[in-house]
């Protein structure tokens, strides 16, 4: 049983991450009803972004006391504006001209973008996976038989504030309205003065920061990073976002966490070689009997 | 092409017709193998050609009907182990090659339509979606369950073709020429599909599902006949190199095999035949010949550059661009390419070919 | 009346494959012709060198390259053949591939300047590769394949159909069932772990050598908690690692290399408490590439290596500082078996040359020459092959993690 509760928290601690992203797919999806193949990636580069502000800071391993704030902040926000950055320039040198184009050919654009930005990433730091520093202490906290490292606790306790402040910001900023007016509508938005394209590079530039703060969180958790991370990573995620209703903030976040414990349990109960088949098998059949997920609400089929 | 029609207008008339281009190009790629006289050079041609028997089924369900399937590889693999398993120690069945080139093509066409089946609701980027689910579960699955599939070794000792008596052994040669007629089986059968009704159907599908229903096609049995046609292809892959490779792994049918088929379909040209048949080839040579060699050039020359390390790079600044400033491919079928252009279109030559049908639906 | 689409399209992609294919028989250009005194000789070189398994092959392929180059300097020959080498990647989108290794082998096969090569790496690339080597009388020697079905058993025997009395297939690394067993007697008998858990990563050596182990270590009277495949590109190793906590093994055996994840499970080890419990596998995670990505939880690390004792072998030595010299890198963990496979084919080529009165050798005078190489000196010992194409006297040094360091433990005499 104590096993049980370990398993739950690896599940919520690897869920959180994958909520993390399945953030940005959701949003992505939600305003232009593109899958943003090159998301998983830039989830990687925010690992790599982290890496690299980390070396120049000078910091190798861990960092105490009221230094740690800094470092944190920097590297976090740090990574998550080259991300956002990152993704807006895909968007507009890629999918900007392919909105009106039928569906193949953004998403095939998507795929050709991953490969780029994978190739990328295997040249910047080679094949291997790369060692990330500690950055913070790793107290663990005893609660029975359970082990709690605050890692963990800060990588949920990330999601769901960054979640919190994206829902914020969504539904109570003008920008944030624009997001979802465009979202509900792109012509209708349009008529009513909203520049989309700013909205939708808004939209970009969010999820893609929300990825890069996952890389972070990512690469401190398991102390290391690969260029072929965000494959896998990003795979799931979306999984995630479908599951917990596509378009739908929390349901992204409660996707993320759901599928990050199963594969916890799978691993446990069943065993590690079948978690990836069991995940996939759980998206296949939420598409086939509840495509709209587990919050979203049924789409009418447009005419 | 442009470039092309120069050359043949300088042909005898009787050269000119369709049935005499294909007839050229057929002894030309008969003579080939005896023209570069090369082992290797054979060798890959019969190992490209399977491949462009994988990107002319795919050609059916992405370039025909409009399923984009990004798991095309998960047919593969079934094709290639339903081959394995019937024709090796591994059970002790040994059935003769040309009847498993039926038996892999049905066993992966019933596949086809398994794995087709619960995309039917689907919308396309969704679809696309399950179809690539369905690509990392079934290599996997056939990781796992070593008892069967012989696991990460895979089941290896696969018989060769035998032919009258003949059997192939391991020089390519035979392998390609098997090859060869293979493709222009599917070739032939592909064409003759899409000009006939399933073919306009699946065209009907493909630019608007709605009201292709409304006009009275069945969606769900036109969508799992595209799954199953172009899965069924896979199964005559799969026994082609299987049988010359004698062997079969599971790190063989990967995510990327589907995405290197999808690319030659963006790459030659979507729902068109010769252009997906070249575009496999193109990218094949590149695969095998242009970048490795490129590279020892490199590395003669003193350059420090791996290109073969920059494939993933390479292809996809290939669909990237491609999507980007020609989506119709390099030899686009006038259709698509009015589809993808829409307006842009010369429509009296689209008329004059004969597709009278879809002017009249739009 | 133009040609259809149809035919202008297979027009034109007739005329690319010749134009590809033309740009192919360049190869064979410039090799000397059997009975030559003069020309350029090749060694194929057949291995990953690309994308994820670039870690482990190109290391590898240095040790050939370094063999070739020396020789080149040394006068190879006596000067009358140039010696190069021809070097093939057969991994296809960054993971070995059967098919493009079979490739490869073609195109040394079609060259008639390739006496010899080395490689590949991986037992299944090698299954592809036998049948057609042993079809061309093309001798190749592996620096690293570990499965048993390749020498030994019907399945070794169903890779020789063309030729069944003639072995072209060598290597100089040791079995798995060798190895795996010898892994579970240093587990069980001397380093006395009694429970241990034991995971592979489902690939050909990692899942051959573990299963080996994980049957010897019973055999032997131990107990094996459980026997899990991690999957490819797997990051997240937590969940398993936890799973292996509640068992509460003696140690924890890994069947893989470093690069399919043999770090980052030390790694993590660390992250979920299991850093005091030993961790134990093969040559796989032999290289320095291992110490890194495990970080601070490599210590209590063991490993073996086939081969002696590298620190008293004083081949070995020049070995490592010529290597390091010329690539500016650490060597990798099959880098001094493949610098080994490369020499003997030298050695078997240059005998051949002066057996044949300073004239080209046949494929088949070389793969004589050896197939009777015995007690030849290396960086990794004495080696040679016995009938099967297996070598002799094989020997595992056990080596212990401790401050970051691997530290020489003991040398096993494996029985042949």
Redesign the interface.
Known sequence: MDVFFQQLINGLSLGGIYALIALGYTMVYGIIELINFAHGDVYTLGTFFSLAILTLLGVDSVVHGPALIGVLAVTILGAMILCGLTGVIIERLAYRRLRNAPKLAPLITAIGMSFILENLMLYWRGPSPVPFPQVIPNPQFALGAVTIQAKQIIVVLLAVVLMVVLQTFVYNTRLGKAMRATAQDKDAAQLMGIDINTTIALTFLIGSALAGAAGFVSGMYYGSTWFFNGFGAGLKAFTAAVLGGIGNLAGAMLGGFLIGLIEAMTTQFISDQWSNVVVFSVLVLVLIFRPSGLLGESLPNKV | ?RL??PL?ARLP?AL???R???A???A??LA?PF???????T???A??GAFVLLALGLNIV?GFA?L?D?GYAAFFAIGSYSYAMLAS?QFGIHLPFWVLLFVASAIAAIFGILLGA?TL??????L???T???G??VP??F??L?QWTG????I??LDQPVLFGYRF??N?LPYYLMVLGLIALAAWLA?NLRTSRLGRAWMAIREDE?AAAHMGINTTSTKLAAFAMGASFSGLAGCA?ASK???V?P??F????S??V?AML?LGG?G????V??GS??LS?L???IL??TT?FMHNVGLNV?L??????I??????TM??FR?EGL?P?RQRNA??HAGQADRRAAAAEGELLTEVIH | MRLSSFSRGVLAAVLAAAVAGCSSSGTSSGAASSGASSGTIKIGIDLPLSGADASIGIPTENGALLAIEQAGRNGFAGGAFKLEPSVLDDAVQGKHDPAAGAQNVQTFISDPAVLAMVGPFNSNVAKSEIPLTNDAGLAQISPSNTNDGLTIGDAAKKLRTAHPDVNTYFRVCTRDSKQGSALAQVAYQRLGFKKVFVIDDNETYGKGLADVFDASFRGLGGTVLGHEHITSNQVDFKSLLTKVKSLNPDAVFFGGNTSTGGGLIRRQMGDVGLAQTPFLGGDGISDAEFEKQAGDAANGSYMTVASPDVTKIPAAKSFINAYQARFKSNVGPYSASAYTAAKIEIAAIEKAIKDNGGKMPTRADVLKNIASTTNFDSPIGKVGFDANGDTTSPVLTLLHVVNGKPQVVDVIQLKS
Do not use: C, H, K
Request: without cysteine; glycine residues 10%.
């Open positions: 092409m092309i029609a043949t008339p000119r017709t369709p005499a281009g294909t050229l190009a057929f030309a790629a080939l023209i570069g006289r090369n082992g290797a050079f060798n890959f041609l190992d490209a992405v409009g984009l990004l120690p619960p609701r689907l919308r396309g980027d969704y696309a979606i399950v690539l689910g369905f990392e579960i996997q699955t990781l796992n070593s696991g990460p070794n895979g290896g000792s052994g391991f390519p064409n709605l190199l490779l004698q062997l792994s790190d063989q990967m995510f990327n095999v995405v290197f999808l963006v979507m068109n035949i010769p252009g048949i070249v080839l193109i040579a695969e095998r010949f490795p060699q020892n791996d073969t390390n920059s494939r993933f790079l292809y996809g600044v290939i669909l990237v999507m980007l989506p030899i079928s589809e993808l």
